[in-house]
């Protein structure tokens, strides 16, 4: 771990919050709960414990405006703590290298690579695949014929986008035949999709990722599902085909939704929740099979 020093000041001034305290030198974050001299971390409540392990420390902690903090530490004022503490780690400690293409990449000469995109090892690019500007993609994923991503994503490992998803009909013998998929995958700019994830493409049309959503790690979402802008889909989910997710809705991890339901916008489905029909916008809806739970304020 290399530090990066930085002051309070300079993080307040990033954040655009009130800077309450001596100006305190910051060389690294840590949990509320592991407190060190020169740290940054964040607290939401003053009945977290943890805050008191911080007296006689000289550190920097985000906080809504009446968290008391010790009188050793330094208070940035903030009305999102923890999103707050995510800003300042990727403005002042991620490791952000420069854009690479690593040679045991295969990229189709078809392919069309906007600026600046890094790809990973043993990545295989296919035919007629468009990847826009500033996006980055994993080590071993393979991105198949005619995907288009848009600029500013983030493509987990282990990914595979444009599958040929899962389609059978019998035959007069009762044998199972592939119905072809000769549809697209289209993921808008600032996607992100975590490692080993596989995204199905469509069946004639195309699968979605509207503009701002966030896919993680081993989830399945089938043919032609449109996921609407600003929606989460959490680790191990599986979207069945021609699923419509609406705006700004929470899927939560292990949840299943069956074929052709709608989702509406703002809408929360449970952990290991079984959607069998469609869920109205607003809705928290959880259990096997998924009911309401109550509605929530549109965001």
Not at 14 to 42: N, Q
Not at 147 to 152: A, E, L, N, Q, R
Not at 180 to 208: M, W
Request: hydrophobic share 40%; proline share 4%.
């Amino acid at each position: 771990m290399v530090e990066k020093v930085t002051d309070s000041v300079q993080i307040a001034y990033a954040l655009k919050c009130v800077h309450k305290g001596d100006v305190v030198p910051v060389s690294w974050a840590t949990p509320l709960d592991t407190p060190l001299k020169h740290h940054l971390t964040f607290c939401v409540s003053d009945r977290d414990p943890a805050l008191e392990t911080w007296t006689g420390i000289s550190g920097v902690i985000i906080g809504p405006i009446d968290l008391c903090v010790p009188a050793s530490c330094t208070h940035l004022v903030s009305d999102q703590p923890r999103r707050d503490f995510g800003r300042a780690l990727n403005l002042f400690f991620a490791n952000n290298p420069e854009a690479h293409i690593a040679e045991t990449v295969i990229v189709h000469p078809l392919a069309r690579l906007g600026e600046n995109v890094s790809i990973g090892h043993n990545s295989v690019i296919e035919e007629g695949v468009v990847i826009g500007n500033h996006t980055i993609v994993g080590h071993n994923t393979t991105i198949l014929a005619r995907t288009k991503i848009g600029s500013h994503c983030v493509i987990g490992s282990n990914t595979v986008l444009g599958s040929l998803g899962f389609g059978f009909e019998q035959d007069e013998a009762g044998e199972w035949v592939r119905l072809p998929h000769i549809g697209n995958v289209v993921i808008e700019d600032n996607v992100e999709i975590g490692s080993s994830t596989v995204v199905a493409r469509g069946t004639i049309i195309e699968t979605r990722l509207c503009r701002n959503s966030k896919i993680d790690d081993n989830v399945f979402i089938a043919h032609n599902v449109l996921v609407g802008e600003n929606s989460v889909v959490i680790a191990n989910a599986e979207v069945s085909g021609s699923v419509m997710i609406g705006k700004n809705c929470w899927i939560g991890p292990a949840s299943t939704i069956i074929q052709g339901v709608r989702i509406g916008q703002n809408s929360l489905i449970g952990i290991g929740s079984v959607v069998i029909r469609d869920v109205e916008e607003n809705e928290v809806v959880a259990g096997n099979p998924a009911k309401v739970l109550r509605r929530q304020e549109p965001r």
